[in-house]
């Protein structure tokens, strides 16, 4: 395959079925491989439609730094799309956040400002603060930009629909910004294929599974709508990194803590519904912005 770009490589994910995690009598269980987009997370969809809707509306000009709230994987996707376009970025990150992704973003190029960990929110508030100014920044604005939903939309729902022929029971996807959720239940919804959509979220505000969203009531993401959703699942940070590494010995997909989480709920739907449904989850992000977590043994 040649392409003209690196963007032109963002999306079209492939479906993979889980074999080796699967047992007698349980629905089929397919993985997006998200993480195989050219940042190495579902971001790049975001970050993509995103800027070039702010481009086409003049919204985005050669002079802004683009910025954003960030535990990592936006981040990472901004710096990537900002240096091929051209543009500088700066990232705001709580500083309990992987060493790696850090790495990542400063070798793109990017501005980390860190945050206080002790708030697992800071970092919103931080680059709220910054983006009133208009003139040097364009906030990207993850958590309340409806691009976010509809990159989704357009994007991994309609690859889902076409991937699956429309054989959905059921959407299992973390709440981080919920533009994932939110993007897929609506294009489901809108093309008439019912299917139970189910987030999950940490069970305690200090998880270290990055990129999703506790909800404990301090913040909600504005494009949020909880009456997409059929049910809210939490997961413990222990469930979810034994799942991320049984899905790298097993399967051989090697991706991080969110998505341990994120498929532990889907083999529990995969057992309640039962052989003949079929099961949908997303692999978020690659396994290897993880190596200094608890993701990998000590040796």
């Known amino acids: 395959m040649t392409t003209t ?9 492939p479906l993979i079925p889980l074999r080796h995690m699967m047992q007698p009598g349980m629905a089929a269980v397919l993985i997006k491989m998200e993480a195989w987009n050219p940042s190495g ?3 790049d ?25 960030s535990s990592g994987n936006t981040g990472i996707a901004i710096a990537m799309i ?3 376009k051209g543009y500088r970025s700066r990232i705001y990150m709580p500083e309990t956040k992987s060493v790696e992704r850090r790495k990542i973003m400063r070798t793109w190029g990017t501005e980390l400002v860190l945050t206080t960990g002790a708030d697992q929110n800071s970092h919103i508030w931080a680059v709220e603060e910054a983006a009133k100014d208009t003139a040097t920044f364009f906030y990207l604005n993850q958590n309340g930009n409806e691009g976010n939903v509809l ?33 897929v239940a609506r294009y489901l919804r809108d093309h008439d294929r019912p299917a139970q959509i189910v987030a999950i979220e940490p069970d305690n505000s200090h998880s270290k599974i990055e990129g999703l969203l506790h909800f404990d009531g301090t913040f909600v993401p504005p494009i949020w709508d909880a009456s997409l959703i059929s049910e809210q699942v939490r997961v413990s940070d222990e469930v979810a990194f034994e799942t991320a590494r049984r899905l790298a010995r097993e399967e051989g997909i090697f991706c991080g803590p969110s998505t341990g989480a994120i498929l532990a709920v889907a083999l529990d739907k995969a057992r ?4 003949g449904h079929t099961v949908v989850t997303v692999g978020c992000d690659r396994g290897e912005r993880y190596l200094s977590t608890k993701l990998v043994p000590e040796e």
Do not use: W
């Open 41 to 43: 997370s579902l971001k």
């Open 151 to 183: 990159s989704h939309y357009f994007g991994t729902g309609a690859e889902l629909l076409a991937q699956t022929h429309g054989d959905i029971d059921c959407f299992v996807a973390g709440a981080g910004t919920g533009g994932t959720l939110m993007g």
């Open 272 to 275: 309640q519904l039962g052989e």
């Open 82 to 84: 900002a240096t091929l």
């Open 45 to 69: 969809r975001v970050v993509k439609y995103i800027v070039e809707d702010a481009e086409r509306s003049g919204l985005l000009k050669p002079q802004h730094t683009i910025i954003d709230a």
């Open 5 to 13: 770009t690196v963007l032109d490589m963002i999306g079209n994910t």
